[in-house]
């Protein structure tokens, strides 16, 4: 089994976020990576291991890290391959607009696929399909996925039925 | 030729940063589409368009939309397919902080691939990117690119060796 | 009994903040419904819903959102009828600046009638005003609810003056 | 003719911004007032004002301000009728941020209808919705308005296929 | 005993930030009087008090507001007194930003003297510096309770000499 | 004639600002001083200056400055009087918001009079007030100008009556 | 033994940020003194012992300070040694916002050399890093310091070799 | 002449900001020198650059950038040397917010002694003050610049004393 997507974040305590991206991609079993390297303390150890990601069978990096997060812009320095973007609003963190904006506001050339912030369920998401553009299975799993969102969602509103005012009509 | 990417805006006036992809794209030699289809004010028209590019050969969307927003967040809600958003800077929208906290902070299951304010092109080459997870051909040209930037930055850097100041040592 | 306003929100998860609204609308005696559907994850049926409520009888909509806030907006786009937009402060949703502009910055020819960061009560009470201009039973009823807000504050008025200090003269 | 929607500003020089409204009301043909009254240097005038409105015809208010933008919510504290609020972006106004949340966070029973920054187009559209709720001639006119959003869009469409690509394919 | 200082708040729910403006007004021996009237709901109640202030020995407002903080600017509105102005960070108050700005930005002709967030402490400071420029008395406490300030951060850095690390030298 | 108001700035680029203070102290005919003094580059000199003030004559300050703005704290750091504070939007100065939240935010027992950013006309004013509270002269100056400001506004209601649209009806 | 790096706060309450750079130059075995004084409350103290401190053997100065964070630039402009900035987030402090500004955006001439919100850890191994740039042996000990950052990463990166998913491949 | 300062941008469109760094060193004498290298474009140059730093004699970098702003904090991830980053306002760069966050926000072990937006003349004298920690005659030569500052704005408030008005007293 080779991994396609590599989760990769600035910090072990960044984990509780980013093992979300993992969850996702496990339920669509697409096989991942995940290591913890961070920009700042090991950049060599960063510049090899992206240079390196194609050849190991990478497609698609899913990187999260908080305040000035450099980690996803710095792989995507360093590889062809999409990098997804997952703003952490760690501690001290200035509620995450600092995180947002060092991934988000890539200069020409070298962008990153930002999501929301805390997104990496979405990071997830977002990297099976792109990888479902040249994979018609995966592809095929993020639409039942999208079809089992709505199907929640009407279930959802049927507990608003319980709920009673006298001059509530549904 | 069939288009594999399809560009949408909320207005023709986003045209002159939404451009900036087209032309990114025309130089990978990647085909693509341009609409201008508003989400409030052909909301039957999106959703038609939206549901049936993968049949039309689509595997990527880049939407771009100023102030509120909700253009790439409602191409994602319609489709499987990865859709980058781009926040334009338009005039009454508050510095771009509007379109970028609508396009970014989507809700979980549906992904947008936010890149920077006003960040077209950047957004043309992030479907290079995308496609070249299952197109190796693409994916190369997207490495060739990459070099062209350093080559691009060394050049430059030669510039700043003609300016002089008595203590300048380079 | 027919409803004459329509409550809808993304998530039932917003419904301790929507339930406000439907509160004060039962006091006003207004008959309303209630409803959770997403922008995002049912699309369809949103259009469906908002374009067929005008001959229900809705008269107006309140929708509240959080994060990239699109429902209120979808709404908007979807209905001649005036549609209260109620940003939800939901978490992972920057204190609720997201879903601020995400509904409070249409574009133009579609507006939505902000109020105030989870302000459900106040939208129930602006549904009021607005059936108000064409039914002088409801718009007697806003009045004497005015009236009632003063009487209020005057009798809390009369609280601080149990409070003492040495040199204070009321 | 009777004004039925009454239009205020803190100050002429609002006129610019605040005229958009005066103008979709026309086109509505909704018989309209305009006056600049200031919150802060004619409070006196400003409740009288506010105070006889219902029963000189008036049933929507639309008020513009800049900076600490206290009119639309003094108008609305005067007067059951629902009061549309317009943040204007004057000069020193901080780009806006001040007149919005100074229209916007209302208290608990006071709510002000607020839209975008520059917004009075728009405030002059849900003025007129708002009238539709209780008169159908205007609520037609609302829907044909609505109607031809969609048809200046979708001829925006095509210029866009007017410019040329070699890539390009539609 | 006649009040000087009238301290004013929109809901009796900010006495507790207010009550620190009363506390140090009482140390300061200024008599004062507190009352909790709402620019919104009891707006005539707040133009008499306003108006009727200067004759009953009144020289100096300290205004509290949360949120859309409009009750600092109606009062400076209605008389020539100098008006402090407390932003408040209520609940639902987005951090305290719109009380700030809603009681800052006051337009030409009307200012308010604005406190930091919650700073009613310093607005009962201000009031007596305010009153001391016309009063020697109360000038010369308000001289002498700022070199108690001095005293106290003077004490304060002999608790940190207790602290001691191997290379700390003092 | 001896100055009872103090202006000072930080730097004479921020005279063209400073000056309305000037201006309308000059028109209340109140005595005044103008220096630029910068709490960075003449610590020393600013606090002889602030420590000599009321012995001098001076009753209030008027400072104002741009960036981190550390004059107006310096200066209320030095005095018992009185500090209004005047934020300026000097370049580089991210909109003001540094100005205001370095002059606003001042720490328990310093207060300092913030007024809106490039507020120095109403600097003028609020020290015309403060000086009123024991100068019945200049509280009669106020009360007047205030009722001049009424005037104004009034008579700018009157150009509005002769803009014509087809359904206004004033 | 002299000190060679000042730590200075404006609070005692900011002790349990600032003690992390005293712990931090305790491990590197450099000499430092501590106190809290006061810019605003002790202005005459801060500035004898900011001129006097080259002559005492300090080299660098790390001053911390919450809200109008003025301690830092204040000290900078009495010394020509350089100041490391510490914005610290107090309560009231508008999430670090204004002590950010504070000590950040200093005027021409004056540089405050400014770290993370909270980053008292970090002004310590700055000040470390500029004394190094004459001292080899501190420079030596910066140099291991970061070496052992790297090796604490890769450690951490062991512990999510633990962490089991079906998908997972490392 | 060995350059002890190495000035480093991220694009020579950031060159008419950094220069003013330069010239300020040029005017106290230290040799510099000057090179444009991308973090994101030339990653690998970067790294060998910063690496060798120390044994080429550079004792301290100065590093600028705008948007997601990584310059600094990469050269801080590769070297002991202190690193001064100046935040660049340049286009797209959302006020220069992105750019102060980036640099600022650096995570624990990193610190980039940041200056103010566009700072980089700041950022120049912030570069001899450290290097004036181990070095008298540079330290002599700063403060004998801060002296300069002082006379420059005692001279300027002469100018201020040519203003007339007939209520100003000097």
């Not at 999409?82 to 760690?90: A, F, L, Q, T």
């Amino acid at each position: 089994m080779v991994a396609k997507v590599s989760i990769i974040m600035g910090s072990t305590s960044d984990m509780p976020i980013m093992e979300q991206a993992a969850q996702i991609l496990n339920d669509f079993k697409i096989p991942f990576e995940i290591n913890a390297l961070s920009a700042h303390r090991t950049p060599e150890k960063v510049m090899e291991f992206a240079s390196e990601a194609y050849d190991r069978g990478i497609r698609v990096f899913i990187a999260g890290a908080g305040g000035a997060a450099h980690l996803p812009g710095v792989i995507a320095a360093l590889t062809p391959l999409p990098v997804i973007g997952v703003p952490i609003n760690s501690s001290n963190s200035l509620d995450g607009w600092d995180s947002i904006l060092s991934i988000l506001q890539m200069p020409a050339g070298i962008p990153v696929a930002t999501v929301a912030i805390d997104g990496a369920r979405n990071a997830g998401i977002l990297a099976a399909q792109i990888l479902g553009t040249g994979d018609e299975e995966i592809f095929n799993k993020v639409k039942e996925f999208k079809l089992s969102l709505k199907e929640k969602i009407l279930k959802a509103n049927k507990e608003l039925s319980e709920i009673k005012f006298e001059y509530k009509t549904n």
